[in-house]
Structure formats: structure tokens, C-alpha cells
């Protein structure tokens, strides 16, 4: 599998209601799953209730990867790396602890602290 | 959050996904609940994990199937059948093709004609009806 960019322009003509700083922060989160090796493709809605929901999908598999959503003023994601849910009413914040749970991040950090090869 | 891969091309898959929105989308609103209302019941987190699923993202997680049959008014079977003809076209195909061409299940003779394989025939269907 390998990482299919999608270009921040392409996220903000398709997303209403999300800011630009809230797009901004999901590209993040979309550039640190493509280093996780996923195939990455995003979508987003509105409830019934208008509150607005983001996920990230596994194009490969068709699977969701991440549930991201503004409820009642609150922030919440959802995925099933992280055993259960996070929440906040910071957003960046909210996203920096997502990051840091995130394969991909994980990954990368763990070998940036491998001694160099011999 | 429930995942479970699939071998379909990604294009057939999120066809499927879509079908099965809609379809659950049309369960929803003809039992006159709201996403939060159907969330509860079914044990979702977040409500916004129904509009998710009816927008055609991810599936119901087959632990909460009973759980959403009940809440939808269908007979939990008929739920997990006509679900599985979205989320698992080739199984379905194996298991049912045979009675959706048209033959019995022990080769009666109401054989008609074989149609494509389900997983190449987008259909409408009606809903099933609760018993």
C-alpha cells in the first residue's frame, strides 16, 4: 500500500463547515497516516442535527480509520487504535494527542531513536 | 470502531457502503427516529456514527446487529442478510444466488434463467417487512 496525497486545496473545496484552521489540522492527521503506509482518502458529513463529523478512510479496505466529529461544542475522535475515544474543546490540542497515538507517528519515532547502521 | 477488510475492488466497495447507507438511511426514517435517537439505542458512541454509516463510511459492527434490527423493527435475519449483500457480496452470492435465480434450495424445478453474480448487479429491493 502507499499513500495517496490529497492536497489541502482539495480538502477545503470539499469540506463545508470545517475552518481552514480545522482543515489544516486534518491534514496532519492525514500526512501522518500516509506515512503509516495506509492509502488514505477522507469524507465528511453533517448529522441530522447539523453538527459536522470528518472521517479518514482506508481506501484500500474501505475501512474508517478515524471518526472525527463536533458534538455540543465538544471535539471527539474516534479509532480503533486509540481502545476508545478522545475528547476536547481545544482542537489542536485534541489532534496532538490523536497524532501521538497514531501508527504512523509511532513509527516514525521509533525509528528516528535507532542507532545509526554500522 | 469495528474493521474488517474486504477484497473487493475499492470502487465496488464504496458503491456497496453507499447502498447500504441509504438503505439503513430508509429503515431510520421509516421507524421515525432521529441518528441520536438510533444511536442510543444501538449503543453507538457518538451519533454522528449513524450519519457516517448512512453516508455510506464503515459498517455496523456485526456485536450490535441484534441490536439494531430491533431498533430498525426488522427481523434480525432478514437485517444480517440483506447487510451481508453489502458488506460481504461473495459470501452472499454463495449462500443465497441460488434462491435469488430462482431455484430451490434442493434443485426444484422453478429454474429460470441465471442472472449476473450479485456482486456486478447493483439492485433495489424493497424492505423486508418485521414478522
Known sequence: ?118 | MYTHPQRLSARLTRKLRSQAGLWLRELREKRGLSQRELARKVGAQYYTFISQLEQGRGRVPPDRYLLWADALGIAPRDFVRELMSYYDPVTYDIMFGELRRGKTPAGGASRTPAQPATIVKMRHRSLPERN
Not at chain 1, 494527542?97 to 535507532?114: I, T, Y
Open chain 1, 1 to 118: 500500500m502507499s499513500g495517496s496525497p490529497v492536497s489541502l486545496a482539495d480538502m477545503r473545496a470539499r469540506r463545508q463547515g470545517w475552518s481552514a484552521h480545522e482543515l489544516e489540522n486534518f491534514h496532519r492527521v492525514l500526512n501522518t497516516l500516509s506515512q503509516a503506509g495506509l492509502s488514505v482518502e477522507t469524507d465528511s458529513g453533517a448529522s441530522d442535527e447539523g453538527e459536522l463529523w470528518f472521517a479518514f478512510c482506508d481506501a484500500d479496505a474501505g475501512e474508517v480509520v478515524a471518526h472525527f466529529a463536533r458534538i455540543g461544542g465538544k471535539y471527539v475522535v474516534c479509532a480503533p487504535f486509540l481502545n476508545g475515544s478522545l475528547t476536547g474543546k481545544v482542537f489542536p490540542d485534541l489532534i496532538e494527542h490523536f497524532l501521538d497515538r497514531c501508527p504512523g507517528r509511532r513509527a516514525a519515532s521509533f525509528s528516528s531513536h535507532l542507532p545509526p547502521a554500522a
